[in-house]
């Protein structure tokens, strides 16, 4: 008959092995710097010029208010909402700050012949481009894998997007959260193609398309418009 110690190491090593096999998983990427990203929007709406917001310009944080309240309701007290429940308000979300970047973009070209102040036509280049960003960071982050409740149950896979952490498959022990998702519409409004993160679905590349025909707009339009009246 063997000795205990002696029995019980090597299920110990095998229980090692195991452990360091199978590295601990991360969690669901927080929403607390998406939900940042949405107020910002409506910050940059705010400080734009009358002419290129749909009614007041207050209007589009009023719109984000009930929608993110009840998100930061559920983070202050502890309460945890369905991942249905989250998703549906994201979505809400995203189609009223859409919605809002749609509006302005379109009533600038309108309004584009007839603006002869450079300085204001360049105030509101910057503040579109910045806001475009921001709205389709908030897209991806979103779209990739149905969102980050789905990714972590996926265990933070390549879906809609790959990173160059998922490559090589992932692990579980590194999750995209939304600064990657800002980096990746960064390099999309600026450089107008992927950098190191790939669209891999046709939504994600629609996405990515849209975001930098409208930056193109923004840029070329607005800033040569500008050019042409400094110049005048």
């Not at 929403?31 to 010029?49: D, F, M, N, Q, T």
């Not at 265990?155 to 490559?167: E, K, L, R, S």
């Amino acid at each position: 008959m063997k000795p205990i110690n002696q029995t019980q190491q090597p299920i110990a090593d095998k229980a090692d092995n195991q452990a360091s096999a199978h590295p601990g998983k991360v969690g669901i990427a927080p929403r607390w710097a998406a939900a940042i990203g949405a107020i910002a929007i409506g910050l940059l709406y705010l400080a734009l010029p009358g002419h290129l917001t749909f009614g007041p310009s207050w209007l589009l944080l009023a719109l984000e208010v009930p929608l993110l309240l009840p998100l930061f309701f559920a983070r202050m007290t502890g309460r945890t909402l369905s991942p249905k429940t989250v998703r549906l308000l994201t979505l809400a979300l995203l189609g009223v700050v859409t919605a809002g970047l749609a509006v302005s973009i379109a009533l600038l070209i309108i309004t584009l012949p007839t603006n002869k102040q450079a300085s204001t036509l360049l105030r509101s280049a910057a503040l579109l481009w910045c806001a475009n960003i921001l709205v389709f960071a908030l897209w991806y982050w979103e779209v990739d894998g149905r969102g980050p409740h789905q990714r972590h149950l996926q265990g933070h896979q390549a879906a809609d997007f790959m990173f160059p952490q998922q490559v090589n498959g992932n692990d579980g022990s590194w999750a995209p959260h939304f600064v990657d998702y800002l980096f990746v519409a960064f390099t999309g409004a600026t450089a107008l193609s992927p950098a190191d993160t790939y669209p891999l679905t046709r939504p994600a590349k629609l996405l990515m398309m849209t975001e930098a025909i409208l930056s193109l707009i923004i840029i070329v339009l607005l800033a040569a418009r500008a050019v042409n009246i400094l110049g005048s």
